[in-house]
Protein backbone atom coordinates (compact mmCIF):
# COMPACT_ATOMS: atom_id res chain seq x y z
CA UNK A 1 0.00 0.00 0.00
CA UNK A 2 1.76 3.22 -1.03
CA UNK A 3 1.49 6.00 1.89
CA UNK A 4 2.31 9.42 1.62
CA UNK A 5 3.61 11.26 4.93
CA UNK A 6 3.82 15.05 5.04
CA UNK A 7 5.31 17.36 7.18
CA UNK A 8 7.33 20.96 7.86
CA UNK A 9 4.37 22.93 8.34
CA UNK A 10 4.16 25.76 11.02
CA UNK A 11 3.38 29.17 11.95
CA UNK A 12 5.83 31.80 10.64
CA UNK A 13 5.52 35.56 9.77
CA UNK A 14 4.99 37.63 5.97
CA UNK A 15 8.59 37.06 4.39
CA UNK A 16 9.01 33.76 6.20
CA UNK A 17 10.73 30.44 4.71
CA UNK A 18 8.91 27.25 5.22
CA UNK A 19 9.87 23.78 3.80
CA UNK A 20 7.11 20.91 3.25
CA UNK A 21 8.11 17.45 2.74
CA UNK A 22 6.38 14.45 1.41
CA UNK A 23 7.62 11.11 1.61
CA UNK A 24 6.58 8.59 -0.47
CA UNK A 25 6.63 4.69 0.92
CA UNK A 26 5.33 1.55 -0.42
CA UNK A 27 5.23 -0.19 -4.00
CA UNK A 28 4.65 2.90 -5.99
CA UNK A 29 5.63 3.07 -10.27
CA UNK A 30 9.17 3.52 -10.99
CA UNK A 31 7.60 6.99 -12.41
CA UNK A 32 5.74 8.81 -10.47
CA UNK A 33 4.24 12.42 -10.25
CA UNK A 34 4.09 13.99 -6.64
CA UNK A 35 1.79 17.43 -5.93
CA UNK A 36 1.02 19.74 -3.39
CA UNK A 37 -2.62 21.17 -3.10
CA UNK A 38 -3.55 23.64 -0.21
CA UNK A 39 -7.00 24.36 0.74
CA UNK A 40 -7.66 27.87 3.12
CA UNK A 41 -10.99 27.98 5.14
CA UNK A 42 -13.76 28.67 3.08
CA UNK A 43 -12.41 28.04 -0.31
CA UNK A 44 -11.50 25.50 -2.96
CA UNK A 45 -8.53 23.02 -2.34
CA UNK A 46 -5.76 24.63 -4.94
CA UNK A 47 -2.74 22.90 -6.87
CA UNK A 48 -0.04 24.90 -6.11
CA UNK A 49 3.10 22.55 -7.96
CA UNK A 50 3.58 19.34 -9.18
CA UNK A 51 6.90 17.29 -10.11
CA UNK A 52 7.50 14.09 -12.29
CA UNK A 53 10.70 12.35 -10.99
CA UNK A 54 11.52 10.92 -14.35
CA UNK A 55 10.73 13.15 -17.19
CA UNK A 56 12.01 16.61 -15.58
CA UNK A 57 8.38 17.98 -15.61
CA UNK A 58 7.27 20.81 -12.96
CA UNK A 59 4.60 22.93 -12.49
CA UNK A 60 3.56 26.26 -10.31
CA UNK A 61 0.21 27.82 -9.69
CA UNK A 62 0.92 31.87 -10.85
CA UNK A 63 0.18 32.76 -7.45
CA UNK A 64 3.31 30.67 -5.91
CA UNK A 65 5.50 30.90 -9.08
CA UNK A 66 8.85 32.35 -8.44
CA UNK A 67 8.70 32.19 -4.43
CA UNK A 68 8.13 28.44 -4.35
CA UNK A 69 10.82 25.51 -5.59
CA UNK A 70 9.75 21.80 -5.59
CA UNK A 71 12.12 19.07 -5.68
CA UNK A 72 12.76 15.48 -5.86
CA UNK A 73 15.61 14.20 -3.95
CA UNK A 74 15.50 11.16 -5.88
CA UNK A 75 14.89 8.89 -2.62
CA UNK A 76 10.79 9.07 -2.68
CA UNK A 77 10.85 12.56 -0.32
CA UNK A 78 9.47 15.42 -2.66
CA UNK A 79 10.11 18.55 -0.77
CA UNK A 80 8.15 22.28 -1.58
CA UNK A 81 10.59 24.88 -0.14
CA UNK A 82 8.67 28.01 0.12
CA UNK A 83 10.16 31.83 0.58
CA UNK A 84 8.58 35.17 0.36
CA UNK A 85 5.28 33.47 2.44
CA UNK A 86 2.24 35.65 2.36
CA UNK A 87 -0.54 35.54 4.67
CA UNK A 88 -2.69 34.40 1.21
CA UNK A 89 -0.66 31.41 1.73
CA UNK A 90 -1.80 30.10 5.29
CA UNK A 91 -3.60 26.77 4.33
CA UNK A 92 -3.77 23.13 4.88
CA UNK A 93 -0.98 21.26 2.52
CA UNK A 94 -1.36 18.31 0.96
CA UNK A 95 0.71 15.93 -0.92
CA UNK A 96 -1.02 13.86 -3.33
CA UNK A 97 1.02 11.59 -5.88
CA UNK A 98 -0.12 9.74 -9.29
CA UNK A 99 1.79 8.63 -12.48
CA UNK A 100 1.32 12.21 -13.72
CA UNK A 101 1.15 15.37 -12.94
CA UNK A 102 -2.76 15.95 -13.23
CA UNK A 103 -4.96 18.78 -13.44
CA UNK A 104 -7.59 17.68 -11.06
CA UNK A 105 -7.27 16.29 -7.70
CA UNK A 106 -9.80 13.59 -8.05
CA UNK A 107 -7.37 12.11 -10.68
CA UNK A 108 -4.17 11.54 -7.75
CA UNK A 109 -4.82 8.01 -6.53
CA UNK A 110 -3.01 8.64 -3.18
CA UNK A 111 -3.28 11.24 -0.77
CA UNK A 112 -1.41 12.34 2.22
CA UNK A 113 -2.33 14.30 5.49
CA UNK A 114 -2.39 17.80 5.44
CA UNK A 115 -0.19 20.05 7.13
CA UNK A 116 -1.00 23.23 8.77
CA UNK A 117 1.08 26.42 7.38
CA UNK A 118 0.10 29.76 8.99
CA UNK A 119 1.27 32.76 8.04
CA UNK A 120 1.06 36.11 10.16
CA UNK A 121 0.78 39.57 8.81
Known amino acids: EVQLQASGGGLVQAGGSLRLSCAVL????????VAWWRQAPGKERERVSC???????TYYSDSVKGRFTISDNAKNTVSLQMDSLKPEDTAVYYC???????????????WGRGTLVTVSS
Open 51 to 57: IHNRKGY
Open 26 to 33: GPISDDYA
Open 96 to 110: AADRECHVLDVSYDY
